[in-house]
């Protein structure tokens, strides 16, 4: 595409590969994640976006643990991300920077998600409120900490960021979050998704046509095979 919007697996790659079979079955188009070592580190060409979108298919091994999902977040220094991840059975969205705002927010979906089990998620943030869909619809929220504020990328701190799926830094209390799961059809909106167009990411007869849309900043689809480390696993289709 010329975009330079690529996707790098990092960590451990199993004997068989870290490419399983998708939703839409046949070839290996989904990513699993081992929960310690493997995840993707992917180009961040995101960070000015004041509003945009997140969606992906996801299942987790354990949903009561905390698993990333798609995360911007910092190798070192303040503990400063924004993103998707589970804990407790729930979607969480979380906006945290401890050590220069002190900012905390996060939010909670009401659905509770079984082990193993495929989801579709989209996250909209439009700087005033986000929103959770879960499978085309819009969950009813609750407030974990702070408030809701739809915050999105270019609300973190002007500091280095990786965009990352399976993983997430919180360099200020030495923890590493890993997701054990899978994760496919990683897209970044520059815009927020109407209500309609994110029943039509879900539904199997109009999710291939709306990544095709304006807005769409990267699309990162699945190769399939034993994949060695470091290749890139996707980019702009246009």
């Known amino acids: 595409s010329g975009n330079g919007n690529h996707g790098t697996i990092n960590g451990t790659i199993p004997a068989g590969g870290v490419w399983v079979g998708g939703k839409d079955g046949g070839g290996k188009s989904a990513l699993k994640y081992d929960g310690s070592t493997n995840w993707v580190n992917a180009t961040n060409n ?13 299942s ?7 698993n990333p999902l798609l995360n ?30 002190n900012v905390n ?49 270019s609300a973190l701190v002007a500091v280095a960021h990786d965009f990352g799926f399976g993983k997430r830094n919180r360099p200020s209390v030495s923890t590493i979050d890993w997701q054990s799961g899978t994760s496919e059809g990683v897209c970044v ?16 007869r109009t999710r291939w046509q709306l990544r095709y849309q304006p807005g769409r900043v990267a699309t990162f689809l699945g190769g399939g095979g034993a994949v060695a480390a470091g290749p890139p696993i996707g980019k702009l289709v246009n």
């Open 46 to 58: 995101y960070s000015t976006l004041t509003k945009g979108s997140l969606s992906c298919w996801f």
């Open 60 to 66: 987790v091994v354990t949903p009561s643990g905390t």
């Open 72 to 101: 911007m977040f910092t190798e070192s220094g303040n503990t400063d991300y924004l993103g998707l991840v589970f804990s407790s059975s729930k979607v969480i969205v979380q906006h945290q920077n401890v050590g220069t705002s």
């Open 105 to 153: 927010n996060g939010i909670s979906s009401t659905t509770t998600i079984a082990a193993n089990k495929l989801y579709h998620v989209v996250l909209t943030a439009d700087g005033s409120a986000w929103k959770i869909y879960l499978n085309g619809f819009s969950e009813a929220l609750s407030t974990l900490v702070g408030s809701n504020t739809g915050a999105f990328f």
């Open 189 to 204: 909106w520059n815009r927020v998704l109407s209500a309609p167009e994110v029943w039509s990411l879900y539904d199997p």
